[in-house]
């Protein structure tokens, strides 16, 4: 997880996504976000910052935020995790897709087109089960 400095409070918060999260299949989300004020300014903020800022925020509100300490927990709001089964659920229907389709591939004497076909199937088959429970 790739971290950045808060520009109102100074503490690093998570960023999501990008090289940092390549093979680690985290799930954290990212704490803050860079916003384009109206006065032409970018500053990267989090959440928490961003609550505290006014209706039409300037440079000179971020620069009024208190500071904060590093080892004060990152309050995510009312945010609940997933518990979908994220990358692993789909490892899981590919592989039993592949299985069928090695089984469908030895049984039509085809193996490259059960195998691909299976593994397709299985794939769409654990995204269908993802988007119905959740």
């Not at 299949?25 to 500053?43: N, P, V």
């Not at 609550?51 to 309050?75: K, M, N």
């Not at 090695?102 to 995204?127: H, K, R, S």
Request: glycine share 16%.
């Amino acid at each position: 997880m790739t971290t950045m400095p808060c520009d109102g409070c100074t503490r690093r918060v998570s960023v999501a996504g990008g090289i940092a999260n390549l093979w680690s299949f985290e799930k954290d989300t990212t704490d803050g976000l860079t916003l384009e004020l109206d006065d032409g300014s970018e500053h990267f903020l989090c959440f928490e910052c961003m609550d505290d800022l006014p209706e039409e925020p300037t440079a000179a509100d971020v620069a009024a935020l208190p500071e904060r300490s590093q080892d004060e927990p990152i309050d995510r709001g009312d945010a609940v995790p997933e518990q979908d089964g994220g990358i692993g659920a789909i490892g899981v229907g590919i592989a039993i897709g592949g299985g069928a389709g090695v089984a469908l591939g030895l049984a039509i004497g085809d193996l490259e087109y059960g195998f691909t076909t299976g593994v397709a199937v299985g794939f769409f088959v654990a995204l269908a089960v993802k988007k119905l429970r959740g």
